[in-house]
């Protein structure tokens, strides 16, 4: 019975952490943009070379 005391008190604190840390995470733009980076990562075109695309004259 004597650890409910320290028990509720913990867990209050660390539910109010848990909201700190999520209202953080929402003000800060965590959450904004969730699908650009996986379509960034479809898209990288960065090492395709157009010289190299281009059929041989004969």
């Given at each position: 019975?004597?650890?409910?005391?320290?028990?509720?008190p913990l867990s209050i604190a660390v539910?109010?952490?848990?909201?700190?840390?999520?209202?953080?995470?929402?003000?800060?733009?965590?959450?904004?943009?969730?699908?650009?980076?996986?379509?960034?990562?479809?898209?990288?075109?960065?090492?395709?070379?157009?010289?190299?695309?281009?059929?041989?004259?004969?």
């Amino acid at each position: 019975m004597e650890s409910l005391y320290l028990l509720i008190p913990l867990s209050i604190a660390v539910a109010f952490l848990i909201g700190v840390i999520f209202w953080w995470a929402t003000r800060s733009g965590q959450f904004d943009d969730l699908e650009g980076p996986s379509h960034r990562i479809l898209m990288d075109d960065d090492g395709i070379d157009d010289s190299d695309e281009t059929p041989p004259a004969s």
